[in-house]
């Protein structure tokens, strides 16, 4: 394997990741012809998302600490055979349950088992252009809504929504089953692009225990919670916001396609502003941008200011949600950098599944969305002073804790 190999592997993980995420996400299309075909509630098919984000939470842990232990292919073709299943048992459920256990449990535990062992084999593979390169595999979250979703919603439109699922898992296996096979741990000594080699000699030494218990790995998670739960709640409940506006519901429903190319221009901006100027300037910087475009939604009345907004805020939090990782390898090394991902992943997982319960509650209460939206800048404000916190990138010795 020569040094242009690890750009397969980040072929293969924005593969991954567009398919995964792609496939749990699709939920939304599957919600109505569902609810017509079955009689279930609405409630109850929505609950199996929720599901998925707690899921998966966990499971980022868990999938993280076994890549530490035997790499990422073992755990990558475990979720590939999983979500396969998972979907093609989805779509012959015949009871609420049997669906929630299968799309909201299994999905969300497969899905869970690409971004964080992807990542951090991407960072494991990249000296320089970390940065970029872990951003071009988390593209593939963008990618999803314009490829899997308009997929699912041609099957369901041709035939019914137990054909689409039912291929759209055949077609997980397919697709991921093979690029599994891409999938390498890096050389033992990596020549980087000046010629130095590479290893996990820059390791800090840190026990998983002392790692989670680190303020670094304590300011990290804070930071990823708190920019997950600011705009987890806008994004949401953003269709259902523009049309109280009185923004037409088809145009309303465009600014998620508007936020999903500028997610994918933010992650490649970010990803080489980060390589040039340093990963914590570029978050703290975005995350304050989030925060002022989440409350500049409150003045938000015409369509065009939707898209000029969707546009900023898309590119924004798409771009800061790689940089975390980049933050991991930095102050963890590679030795525990599953396990630590991991284990922030679940946080933000948690954080992202706060934010549209809150919207709810708080529209429930006030027949408005103000709250919310003042809410998540002064929560997503709140998490780039967090990482202001973040101390240079420290030699490792002096992370090393006693």
Wanted: glycine residues 12%; proline residues 5%.
């Amino acid at each position: 394997m020569n040094h242009s190999y690890r750009w397969v592997i980040v072929a293969a993980g924005a593969l991954m990741t567009c398919v995964a995420l792609g496939a749990m996400f699709s939920l939304a299309i599957f919600l109505e012809p569902m609810s017509l075909d079955t009689n279930w509630s609405r409630a109850g098919i929505s609950s199996a998302m929720t599901l998925n984000f707690l899921v998966m939470g966990f499971g980022g842990f868990a999938w993280g600490t076994i890549y530490d232990r035997v790499g990422a292919r073992p755990v990558v073709l475990a979720g590939a055979v999983l979500l396969g299943l998972a979907l093609v048992v989805a779509s012959r459920a015949n009871s609420l349950l049997v669906f929630q256990l299968s799309y909201g449990v299994i999905v969300g535990l497969a899905a869970s088992a690409f971004f964080a062992p992807m990542i951090a084999l991407t960072t494991a593979w990249f000296d320089t252009n970390r940065s970029l390169a872990v951003s071009l595999v988390s593209a593939g979250m963008g990618v999803a809504p314009m490829t899997i979703s308009p997929f699912a919603r041609w099957l369901i439109s041709a035939y019914d929504w137990r054909t689409a699922m039912f291929d759209i898992g055949v077609m997980a296996w397919v697709l991921l089953l093979p690029a599994v096979l891409l999938v390498r741990q890096p050389p033992v000594a990596l020549a980087s692009a000046d010629g130095a080699p590479q290893s996990d000699a820059d390791d800090p030494g840190m026990s998983v225990g002392q790692a989670l218990r680190s303020p670094q790995f304590l300011i990290l998670g804070l930071t990823f919670f708190a920019c997950c739960a600011a705009h987890s709640g806008p994004i949401f409940h953003m269709v259902s916001y523009a049309m109280a506006c009185g923004v037409a519901p088809m145009a309303a429903v465009s600014i998620y396609s508007v936020e999903g190319l500028a997610g994918l221009g933010g992650r490649l901006l970010y990803g080489v502003l980060a390589d040039r100027l340093g990963v914590k300037p570029v978050l703290v910087t975005g995350l304050a941008i989030q925060g002022l475009v989440i409350a500049a939604y409150l003045g938000a009345g015409r369509l065009e200011h939707f898209y000029i907004l969707a546009v900023i805020f898309g590119a924004t939090y798409g771009g800061v949600m790689p940089l975390y990782a980049v933050l991991a390898r930095e102050y963890f090394g590679g030795r525990i950098i599953g396990t630590v991902l991991g284990a922030a992943t679940m946080l933000s997982s948690l954080g992202m599944s706060f934010g549209p319960l809150a919207g709810g509650m708080i529209y429930d209460a006030y027949a408005s969305y103000s709250w919310l939206f003042i809410g998540s800048a002064l929560v997503g404000l709140g998490a780039a002073g967090i990482a202001i916190a973040f101390p240079p990138q420290p030699s490792r010795q002096r992370l090393q804790m006693a």
